[in-house]
């Protein structure tokens, strides 16, 4: 069974900083396109990070600068590091993995980012 299990979110006041983790089990990450999505409140679901392989990656404009995404292929865990957080950036993360052989498409549950002072 394919799971996506996200941890990291919280409450944070604006400038702050705060880690997500995606674990996955039941698939191999090295074979999947691996992605952030975040959707707030009112708002269409919307891509964030995404990641294919080794260390190319590709950030939507508005967190550019402040957000990182990484991989660690052998802990099957991918991260976002997100600095400088403002309150549009508060929303619910969600963790996407898709097979880029079977294109087999994958989610997370979601982990709360609420940036406010």
């Known amino acids: 069974q394919v799971q996506l299990v996200e941890s990291g979110g919280g409450s944070v006041q604006p400038g702050g900083s705060l880690r997500l983790s995606c674990a996955a089990s039941?698939?191999?990450?090295?074979?999947?396109?691996m992605a952030w999505y975040r959707q707030a409140p009112g708002k269409q679901r919307e891509l964030v990070a995404d990641?294919?392989?080794?260390?190319?990656?590709i950030y939507a404009e508005a967190v550019k600068g402040r957000f990182t995404m990484s991989r660690d292929d052998a802990k099957k865990t991918v991260y976002l590091q997100m600095n400088s957080l403002k309150p549009e950036d508060t929303a619910v993360y969600y963790c996407?993995?898709?097979?880029?052989?079977?294109?087999?498409?994958?989610w997370g549950q979601g982990t709360q980012v609420t940036v406010s002072s």
């Open positions: 996407y993995a898709r097979n880029i052989y079977s294109r087999e498409i994958y």
């Open positions: 039941g698939i191999n990450i090295s074979l999947n396109y």
């Open positions: 990641i294919i392989r080794g260390d190319s990656t």
